[in-house]
Structure formats: C-alpha cells, structure tokens
C-alpha cells in the first residue's frame, strides 16, 4: 500500500470517538481471543467531562483511513505530573490498532511524534494510557490464550511493525497462571497465624459495596505507597479516586476484596482479585444491554477462573510476611466460590518481590507485554 493513499484524520466528538472506539470490532471480528471492551465507558474514558484524567493530562486521537475505510488508530497522550514532577519528557501513545501494514503504523507514530515535538518533549512510550489504572503493553507471547478485561490482545505482527518503525524494548511485563490449592497449605495458615499476632493486625471483611465504600480512598492511598518505587508508576491524585471507585467497584464483589488493618485501624495490606470476566465480555460484544449486564453478573457468581489484580503492602511491613495472610484469605474465597484457576495480573519483569509470592504455587508463565520506546530525534520529520 501507498502511504500516499492513506489519510490520517484526527478525531474529535462523540461521533468520532465512538468510530475510533469501534474499529477493532471489524479488525478482530474473526478472532477468538479478543476481548472487546464495553464501548460506551470506552467513549466515556475519551470525554474531558468524564474521564477527570484530563485535568493533569491532553490527549490526541487519531484515525488512518484508506478510500475512506479505516485501517487503523492511536490515541497521543501527554501526562503532565509525569513530564513535571518525575522528570520524564516523554509522549505516551495507547489505543493502537492496525492492519498488517507499515505505511498505515508509519502514518500513525509520526503523528506520536509531530505531537511530542510540539510540546517540547523528548521521546515516545506505550502502548499506554492516562494512567496507570488503564491498559498498558503489546502482547508479544501467549497469543493462542484469550485476552481479559484489564491486558490488551493483539496479533503477532504488531511487535513486527513496532520494530520495523524503529521502536526498542523499553521494558517486558510478565504474567502467569496458578492452580488453585484444594486447602491452605499448613504451614502458611500456620505462618499467617503468627503474622497476625506477632503485628497485633486484623482483617476487615464487608457485606456490601457501601460498606466497602469508604475504604476505597484508603486502598488507593496504600497503591501509591507501595508501587511508588516501580518503573512508570504515575501517583494517583484523590480526584481521580472517584472515578475509578466507579469504574470498577461494580465489578469487584466485596467478598474479592481482602484488607489487613494495624492496631491502630490503619491500612497496612490489600489484596483485590475478581472472576474472569473474559467470556463475558465476549458474549456482551461491547453492550452491557439488553444481556450484556446479564452475562457479566453471571461471570461474577460462578466462575472457576479468576484474576490477580492488585496485591499492594505497606513499605514498612514489606518482607514480614504479611501476604501469606493475603493467600490464606485468597485461597479459603477461591475454594469456597469453586475458582480452580488464577492469573496474575501483568506484572514488570524487574517486580522481582512480586513474582517471588508465587514461587511456591508452581507459576506458569503464560504471556509477556512488552512498552516500546522510541527518542523523536529519530523520527522522520
């Protein structure tokens, strides 16, 4: 294909967003491994007046068409507190999809680049989002497993085109499966025990939401603080607690949701999991109704695979064992809801402390994500 005969538009307005937001239904439409997303909080996360991202960051979307047809799209991002406050002069780019073609990708990245330029910055990274509560990373193994609703999914030749386009590794992202123990075994229930009254902590246990409610900001509070030291960890600002306790408090069950508590009542260990809402999403195709909420509900009452999603504990209780009590809590719920298998949530290949929890569980390593990263003094102007 002619780069000459692909126009690249960019994209604004609801109508425009939802054409960006829906484009990936044709791409993978044959593919039995993608999950789609539920295009309206798709839409929504792209609205300045929704997402309260926008309040310490820009965004550009853009969309390369051929003979009017797309044929592929990338949103540009900048993240201020990221460029000001930590010192990364960087242009993040996230949302990219495309045919097998490098005229369309090449199109695209210049647009990540014309934009870095323009604001002064100094080099490209992604895929990635606002933050670091959106999805990060290209698949680059495990593409015969299906995707899931926090990781992305994409073909094999996306790496290809990165690489072809002059982007190298900027890190790898690590995730793995673990079959769920029939029992505690005795000696971290034992472990647990001792961790427990050693530290004089207790767990917190909710019925409902509501309840649950208002530990939220806490848990945020507590992420910030312990994946602070992380590569690419961006804080996340109190505004923005809001709204990610409603993106996804719905779909968490308080029963998923394990809190270790000080003596003092303070906050000093979390662990939040979920059902595999994998084959749900697929059913719904994008629209929670008229049976898309139906499928999901379903997911999140019986379901014999589910998601590691965050594990986090404080800095000072780093390395006392307090995430046996985690396990203990996690294996008794997956045992009593019939979950049979976990996944690890994506993990960074140097998160050495986090990998190391499930070294005696037998991990199975299952998918890799690579970010890429590109300076944009070598792009082509």
């Known amino acids: 294909m002619s780069d000459t005969t692909i126009e690249i538009r960019e994209i604004a307005g609801r109508k425009g967003l939802e054409q960006f937001v829906k484009f990936p239904f044709e791409l993978y439409k044959s593919s039995p491994n993608w999950v789609p997303p539920i295009i309206k909080e798709e839409i929504d996360n792209f609205d300045p007046e929704k997402n309260p991202a926008y309040r310490e960051a820009d965004a ?116 793995y499966e673990i079959d769920v123990p029939k029992g505690v075994p005795p000696k971290v229930d034992k472990f647990a025990g001792l961790v427990m009254e050693r ?62 508590a000080d003596k003092q009542g303070e906050l000093v260990a979390f662990s939040v999991v979920m059902p595999s809402f994998t084959k749900a999403l697929q059913k719904a195709n994008g629209k929670l109704f008229p049976f898309g909420f139906y499928h999901l509900m379903r997911a999140m009452k019986k379901n014999d695979k589910a998601t590691l999603l965050l594990i986090g504990v404080s800095p000072e209780y780093t390395g006392k064992g307090i995430t046996a009590i985690i396990f203990k809590e996690v294996i008794n719920l997956f045992n009593a809801k019939g979950v049979k298998v976990v996944e690890t949530n994506p993990e960074l290949e140097t998160n050495n402390q986090v990998q190391a929890l499930w070294k005696d569980y037998d991990p199975r390593l299952i998918k890799k994500w690579r970010t890429y990263r590109k300076e944009l003094s070598k792009f082509e102007a």
């Not at 002064?120 to 495990?142: H, I, Q, S």
């Not at 917190?204 to 590569?231: C, H, R, V």
């Open 60 to 175: 550009w979307f853009y969309m390369a068409f051929k003979n009017n047809t797309p044929v592929g799209r990338i949103a540009v991002i900048v993240n201020w507190p990221e460029v000001k406050e930590l010192g990364k002069p960087k242009i993040r780019f996230g949302w990219f999809e495309a045919i097998n073609d490098m005229a369309v990708a090449k199109k695209l990245f210049k647009k990540v680049a014309e934009k870095g330029r323009e604001l002064g910055l100094e080099y490209a990274e992604g895929p990635a989002g606002f933050t670091n509560m959106d999805k990060a990373g290209m698949l680059l193994e495990g593409f015969d497993r299906p995707g899931s609703m926090s990781t992305y999914y994409n073909p094999p030749y996306y790496n290809t085109l990165m690489e072809d386009a002059g982007f190298t590794k900027e890190i790898d992202w690590k995730e």
């Open 199 to 260: 530290f004089g902590l207790h767990l917190l246990k909710f019925k409902t939401n509501k309840e649950l409610l208002p530990y939220a900001d806490k848990i945020f509070d507590l992420m910030n603080k312990a994946y602070g030291s992380l590569q690419s960890f961006t804080p996340i600002k109190p505004y923005q607690v809001a709204h990610y306790k409603q993106k996804f408090l719905k779909f968490i069950h308080p029963d998923y949701i394990a809190l270790i």
